[in-house]
Nanobody, 121 residues
Framework: QVQLAESGGGLVQPGGSLRLSCAAS????????MAWYRQAPGKERELVAK???????KYADSVKGRFTISRDNAKNTVYLQMNPLEPEDTAVYYC???????????????WGQGTQVTVSS
């Protein structure tokens, strides 16, 4: 099986910073796209940032210039550096990865359990 383990969420004041991490583990042959999504109360889940295996990135307009996504292919890990944070960034952040398992013939989408980010004074 494959699991995604997130860390780095918490409470921060406006203008502050946080770094989220997500490590994929298990029977992994290759990790393709990795991404961060978020879901605020009463809203749909939305894409925050995505990074391909070769390092190409895509960001939501609301976070461009403030958030940076990166990855370490050797560790099957994706990061999200967030600063400066705004109250509107408050949400549960979910890690996503598209993975080919060892012995598998197709890719599978995996999700982390979510980590809470709260931006408040």
């Amino acid at each position: 099986q494959v699991q995604l383990a997130e860390s780095g969420g918490g409470l921060v004041q406006p203008g502050g910073s946080l770094r989220l991490s997500c490590a994929a583990s298990g029977s992994i042959l290759i990790t393709n796209d990795m991404a961060w999504y978020r879901q605020a109360p009463g809203k749909e889940r939305e894409l925050v940032a995505k990074v391909t295996r070769d390092g190409s990135t895509k960001y939501a307009d609301s976070v461009k210039g403030r958030f940076t996504i990166s990855r370490d292919n050797a560790k099957n890990t994706v990061y999200l550096q967030m600063n400066p944070l705004e109250p509107e960034d408050t949400a549960v952040y979910y890690c996503y990865a598209n993975i080919v398992r060892r012995g598998a013939l197709r890719t599978t989408d995996y999700w982390g359990q979510g980590t809470q980010v709260t931006v408040s004074s």
